[in-house]
């Protein structure tokens, strides 16, 4: 099951679930990649095609649903692809993390291409806060442990 922002359905009950957190804005589109990967779970997209960013409403219903979301996933995959800091560095990613890093019981799956601007923070905030945890440096690798996890369940 495929499940793409701002739309709620009903969960199916057998197949385990994953949120793909990280950057949308000014980033390439690498949810695309990782929905077709995952394609034998519940996959939840929070990149809209046709995000309406003239409609300042849309805003809290984007937060809304990738809040709820991500609290019903069976895991959350972080990756923080390669991006140009002078347009983004991914600070709600970044934020997302900390959260999720933050709760012991949360299963995550984290990769930072080394293009991507905070690399070094992302491991060095793991290391202290999940130190069992790899950060993977290829969504490929990071996508391979996804689907591992997501298997297990």
Known sequence: ????????????????????AGGITNCPD?????ANALGDFTVFNPRRRHFPIDDPGQTPVQIAWEYHHMGIADLTLFWFPACDPSLTTQPITMYELGAAAANPARRIVVGADPGY????????????ARPDLTVHTTLHDTLTAAHHTLARL
Do not use: I
Not at 30 to 34: E, R, V, Y
Not at 117 to 128: C, G, I, S, Y
């Open 1 to 20: 099951m495929y499940l793409e922002a701002p739309t709620y359905q009903p969960l199916p009950t057998t197949s385990p679930s994953v949120f793909l």
């Open 30 to 34: 690498w949810q695309l990649n990782a």
């Open 117 to 128: 601007p905070r690399a070094a923070d992302v491991h060095t905030q793991l290391h202290h």
